[in-house]
């Protein structure tokens, strides 16, 4: 998906390993999300961000931690993982409140 | 609980004729529906969406319906291609309410295989 770029596309992480998700758009939108996706769930929204410095939990932030210090990039950070965390992570981004999100192509991360 | 939901995890249609997926919502405040199509190893693209203004809307071989007094949605698809198989995601949001944050809750997904 054009404009939204995530990276890594894959991670295996340990219990207890840390790291970061990175979501960089070009699309200069206002408004980024952080969901994850798990089989037969949907995608559950984690955090979301408003603008520039701004953060907000969503449905299931617990474990989880973001920043959004520019405004193209929108970081997911995981402190301590855990088995629980292994899952399909998506971010996306909008422009106005009235238009459709725009998808990122994904991140697979399992924790063994 | 689950606001969004969409009850056949899969369904199967033949080339040229007409796929329906359905969803339900339980959340009389959301006013914002969209469609997702999902390829395996892709992101979540967006196909069509409809206001709650509107019972209907219609993009090429693309409709969503909208019955709110059933709290009820379906996207149809005519004629059914090959290409169309992929997982479809409903969501819904309370755009009225919620603000600038906007929201989206999504269904469990329906995985659409078209047979040639």
């Known amino acids: 998906n054009a404009g939204v770029t995530q990276t890594p596309k894959f991670r295996v992480l340990k219990t207890g390993q840390s790291m970061t998700l990175l979501c960089a758009q070009d699309m200069n939108h206002e408004y980024m999300y952080w969901y994850r996706q798990d089989p037969g769930m949907g995608l559950r929204l984690i955090h979301y961000s408003v603008g520039e410095g701004t953060t907000a939990k969503g449905e299931v932030p617990d474990g989880y931690n973001v920043s959004r210090l520019k405004k193209q990039n929108f970081l997911l950070g995981l402190e301590s993982a855990a088995p629980s965390q292994t899952s399909v992570y998506f971010c996306a981004t909008r422009r106005q409140s009235n238009q459709p999100q725009h998808f990122g192509d994904g991140t697979r991360l399992s924790i063994l | 609980d689950q606001q969004v939901k969409q009850n056949s995890p899969s369904l199967s249609v033949q080339e040229g004729r007409i796929s329906i997926l359905n969803c339900d919502y339980t959340n009389s405040m959301f006013d914002y529906f969209l469609w997702y199509k999902k390829y395996p190893a892709e992101g979540p693209t967006f196909l069509i969406s409809?206001?709650?203004?509107?019972d209907k809307n219609e993009d090429g071989r693309f409709t969503v319906f909208l019955n709110k007094s059933a709290k009820h949605l379906s996207l149809h698809i005519v004629p059914s291609q090959p290409g169309d198989s992929a997982v479809y995601f409903c969501?819904?949001?309370?755009?009225?309410?919620?603000?600038?944050?906007?929201?989206?809750?999504f269904g469990t997904g329906t995985l659409l295989a078209v047979q040639p």
């Open positions: 409809i206001s709650s203004i509107k």
């Open positions: 969501a819904a949001s309370a755009l009225g309410y919620g603000g600038a944050t906007n929201k989206l809750i």
